[in-house]
């Protein structure tokens, strides 16, 4: 099974920058769908952000759109959410997952099997 570690997580101040990291450790994974998902307490996770490098496209929730930018770099095997213009609700664990193959619901977690722990990103004056 594929191993996702993601860094980059911390303390911000509204407005202020963020960019997370999901390095795919083994290096196995041979599909071309990695994406971004957030979960605050007592919430569902959320989708963020998906990359398919197949199809060259990225696609964004409406929450983040234009703040959020979701890379690749295949050399590392890692993704990158570079994050702008922190929000206070923006404040949640950030999970890095893949898939094989890319699926019309991208947006929904359920189309994921592979995960990682997570990293912790708090918006706060």
């Known amino acids: 099974q594929i191993q996702l570690l993601e860094s980059g997580g911390g303390l911000v101040r509204p407005g202020e920058s963020l960019r997370l990291s999901c390095v795919e450790s083994?290096?196995?994974?041979?599909?071309?769908?990695m994406a971004w998902f957030r979960q605050a307490p007592g919430k569902e996770r959320e989708f963020v952000a998906a990359?398919?490098?197949?199809?060259?496209?990225?696609k964004y929730s409406d929450s983040v759109k234009g703040r959020f930018t979701i890379s690749r770099d295949s050399a590392k095997n890692t993704i990158y959410l570079q994050m702008f213009s922190l929000k206070p609700e923006d404040t949640a664990v950030y999970f890095c997952?893949?898939?094989?193959?890319?699926?019309?619901?991208?947006?929904?977690?359920?189309?994921?099997?592979?995960w990682g722990q997570g990293t912790q990103v708090t918006v706060s004056a």
């Open positions: 990359i398919n490098w197949s199809r060259r496209t990225t």
């Open positions: 997952t893949a898939r094989v193959r890319w699926n019309v619901q991208f947006w929904n977690y359920r189309m994921y099997d592979n």
């Open positions: 083994t290096g196995t994974f041979s599909g071309d769908t």
